[in-house]
Nanobody, 124 residues
């Protein structure tokens, strides 16, 4: 069982930055692929980014590439999402998730555990 707790969301003006954190319980953190997803009102959950177990391989949605950066600190059991140049369309609830697999994936069904989400609101 893995518990994930996101933090760092909030209200920011367009062009601003936020850093989301996701703290994971358990000793097996380093064995999980970690991902970030988001869901805006009335829309389906959307893949944002994923990072491999070794902090080398990363994957980004086209909508955030060049603006968002995912990273992880296995010693702290934490994954981060640095979000720069935020846009109003980035407004959503952001979720972190863990997947007990080797390869990166954008498919939400392949992630085993999910956090409760943190709200990000970008004003224009």
């Amino acid at each position: 069982q893995v518990q994930l707790v996101e933090s760092g969301g909030g209200l920011v003006q367009a062009g601003g930055s936020l850093r989301l954190s996701c703290a994971a319980s358990g000793r097996a953190f380093r064995s999980y692929v970690m991902g970030w997803f988001r869901q805006a009102p009335g829309k389906e959950r959307e893949f944002i980014s994923a990072i491999g177990r070794g902090d080398v391989n990363t994957l980004y949605a086209d909508s955030v590439k060049g603006r968002f950066t995912i990273s992880r600190d296995n010693a702290k059991n934490t994954v981060y999402l640095q979000m720069n140049s935020l846009k109003p369309e980035d407004t959503a609830v952001y979720y972190c998730a863990s997947a007990a697999r080797v390869g990166l994936t954008t498919t939400s069904e392949l992630y085993n555990y999910w956090g409760q989400g943190t709200q990000v609101t970008v004003s224009s």
